[in-house]
């Protein structure tokens, strides 16, 4: 056998098919079987049937009263609807395996970024707690203004509003 060459395909005896189109198709009859509109057109069928072999004239009845044909119908439906329903399911669940998988990486890298962001919040406190901050800075200045004014009362460097003083005299 050589590589770089096809491989001659062998008959099958089953027949081939596409998984992924044969679950979407079954999504959506059973997303169909699922609704009102469902019910509703299912109850006209089941009604019309049973009114057709009830009134109709003896010859032109396919199902008389016992209706076997139509139990018959009824349960290849189910039948087929049962195992469409499960595979509907079966590909939901793998999406929602997928998504919650999804979820899960997404809140572990939300964890990481909120732990990270913490840790930088507190070291910026604690830089903060060595840099001067304007309330500070603001109480020094009154400090130094107040010991300033004692200092000049007790120099007399600051006169009272009504005298003016000066070290250099007046031209």
Not at 5 to 33: C, K, W
Not at 43 to 51: N, Y
Not at 83 to 90: D, E, F, R, W
């Amino acid at each position: 056998m050589r590589l770089d060459q096809p491989r001659i395909r062998r008959a099958r005896l089953l027949p081939e098919y596409d998984p992924e189109a044969f679950g979407r198709m079954s999504e959506r009859i059973a997303r169909f079987l699922g609704t009102g509109r469902f019910i509703v057109w299912m109850t006209v069928f089941i009604v019309t049937w049973l009114a057709w072999n009830i009134l109709a004239p003896d010859a032109l009845r396919w199902d008389p009263y016992p209706f076997i044909f139509l139990t018959l119908m009824l349960s290849l439906q189910a039948s087929y609807a049962a195992p469409l329903i499960l595979l509907a399911q079966n590909r939901q669940d793998d999406r929602d395996r997928v998504n919650l998988e999804q979820d899960r990486k997404q809140n572990e890298r939300s964890i990481a970024d909120t732990e990270y962001l913490t840790r930088e919040i507190a070291a910026l406190r604690m830089g903060l707690g060595e840099v001067a901050t304007r309330d500070w800075i603001r109480s020094e200045l009154q400090d130094l203004v107040k010991e300033l004014e004692e200092l000049g009362r007790e120099r007399d460097l600051f006169p009272p509003d009504g005298e003016r003083r000066s070290d250099v005299p007046d031209r």
